[in-house]
């Protein structure tokens, strides 16, 4: 390959073919063999900065080289999130064909922001999103919904929607609703349209991590009676600490008799409704006047892809169409759908591509049976913990989530030391790179969280995991009886 100035930025078409057929070898070797690697990857910054940092190059350098640095000095630092002893905050699982779905979607740059730009593209996301509007019980010919970046853009994307059709231009008085296990990704999308502090209620959960009722009821009454306006109550289908779906029937209920937005954040948990368990968990949900889901989560596809779902498609529009001269050529009828106008970006990746290719692929029976599995082996793996001496549940087994800490039987360690051991034993497992599992707090308590979302994590990778917490553990508790 050349090593001239080239400004056409362009290679020979036998150099495209040999560099591009080296990134799929690696690509499909990555697939074939990351569950033999180590998952974690920790660096400090002065050690990324001696291995990466450098003055921008002016000159050509041979693709190869360049290709070879970054596969070996920038993909082994970063951790394999699809690898089956990820346990850790959200796994993102991933899939083969998904994978070169986006290679195609950015390798024909195709932008999928109008239909003018690519009516097929546009064609597959309303395809894609009619099959998501029929998985979630929303209205087939009135629904309508958007993809984004993700779950933090689809929020953001629905509260503006809300904000519009339930207190138009003056939102001064606006109280929003949500419960302190709420995705923080909720509170940075209330902060960035522009509400005060003192306009978000976060309302308590009980022992179960649930949304509180009758606190909820209190809070909107309480507001009321001062002359405040509450306009949008936010559940959770899946709150990413334990999993828990807040009570969406009744969330529903009170929404109608209030006159109240209902968004429901299914990030997480949306997706489980493939599942049986999921299906039950999730009743109501349908009710919902948005929704948001991540299949970049639990429909197992690559960052990045959100989704928003609302019950009427004219909402989306009615907020976020502008007609800007230099785009007055290209407005077509109102059955082809620009999706500039449905969302914030103008710009848009072609992403229903990825989500329409894999699920076309595997086909949806399959899926299910994948999802169906993770609940089953989060199950399973309660099942253990319960009939151990040495390990207490927190939080039982839900969507796919478990919260377990380190407390033999006998001891009589004090919360203090609980604490103390647990969090040692997470940083023991995440130091050794052989698995990530971190912590969360629930009750004040530092607690070990699995989250099982990953259809290719089996038992036996749970239970080296737990073996090597116990051994940290023993470790732990013998310094401290010391």
């Not at 009722?213 to 559940?235: M, S, T, V, Y």
């Not at 500039?340 to 049976?369: E, N, P, V």
Request: glycine share 6%; hydrophobic share 40%.
């Amino acid at each position: 390959m050349s090593h001239d100035i080239n400004p056409l930025l362009t290679l020979s078409k036998e150099d495209m073919k040999q560099y591009g057929y080296k990134i799929v070898d690696h690509i499909v070797a990555h697939f074939d063999t990351q569950n033999d690697k180590k998952p974690v990857a920790t660096a400090t910054r002065e050690e990324m900065d001696a291995l990466l940092v450098e003055d921008i190059p002016m000159m050509p350098s041979d693709p190869n080289s360049v290709l070879d640095f970054v596969l070996e000095n920038v993909i082994p630092h970063s951790n394999i999130v699809s690898h089956p002893k990820s346990f850790s905050f959200v796994p993102g699982p991933s899939n083969y064909i998904s994978a070169m779905a986006d290679t195609i979607a950015t390798g024909f740059n195709i932008f999928s922001g109008g239909w003018a730009a690519s009516p097929a593209a546009a064609e597959l996301e309303i395809v894609t999103m009619n099959w998501l509007l029929d998985m979630f019980g929303f209205p087939a010919k009135q629904g309508g919904g958007i993809f984004t970046s993700g779950g933090s853009m689809a929020n953001l994307t629905a509260l503006v929607t809300a904000r519009r059709i339930k207190c138009g231009s003056d939102f001064s008085k606006a109280i929003i609703y949500l419960s302190d296990q709420a995705h923080s990704s909720n509170i940075k999308a209330i902060k960035v349209i522009g509400f005060k502090k003192e306009q978000i209620r976060i309302i308590p959960t009980d022992l179960e991590f649930k949304i509180s009722l009758n606190k909820l009821k209190n809070a909107i009454a309480k507001d009321r009676l001062e002359g405040l306006q509450p306009f949008c109550i936010i559940a959770s289908a899946g709150t990413t600490n334990t999993g828990t779906v807040d009570p969406l029937d009744e969330i529903a209920k009170i929404c109608a008799q209030e006159d109240l937005w209902m968004h429901v954040d299914g990030a997480y948990g949306g997706a489980a409704i493939l599942g049986d368990e999921g299906k039950s968990l999730l009743k109501g949900i349908e009710k919902a006047d948005s929704l948001t889901v991540d299949p970049h989560k639990w429909f197992y596809q690559p960052y990045e892809i959100g989704c928003l779902l609302v019950k009427n498609h004219n909402w989306l529009s009615g907020t976020f169409s502008e007609k800007p001269e230099y785009l007055r050529d290209i407005e077509g009828n109102e059955s082809e759908i620009n999706f500039y106008d449905h969302g914030i970006q103008l710009t848009r990746r072609f992403r229903a591509l990825k989500f329409y290719m894999s699920i076309k692929t595997f086909g949806l029976a399959s899926f299910k049976k994948a999802v169906q599995y993770n609940l089953d082996l989060a199950e399973t793996l309660e099942g253990i913990l319960r009939r151990s001496k040495l390990w207490e549940i927190i939080s039982p087994a839900t969507l796919g989530v478990i919260n377990f800490r380190y407390n033999p039987i006998g001891e009589n360690l004090s919360e203090k030391q609980l604490d103390a051991i647990n969090q040692s034993i997470s940083q023991h497992i995440v130091s050794s790179g052989e698995a990530l599992l971190v912590t969360t707090v629930l009750q004040n308590q530092v607690v070990l969280r699995m989250c099982l979302i990953n259809p290719r994590t089996t038992l036996d990778h749970i239970l080296d995991t737990l073996a090597l917490g116990e051994k940290f553990g023993e470790t732990a508790l013998t310094k401290i009886e010391s």
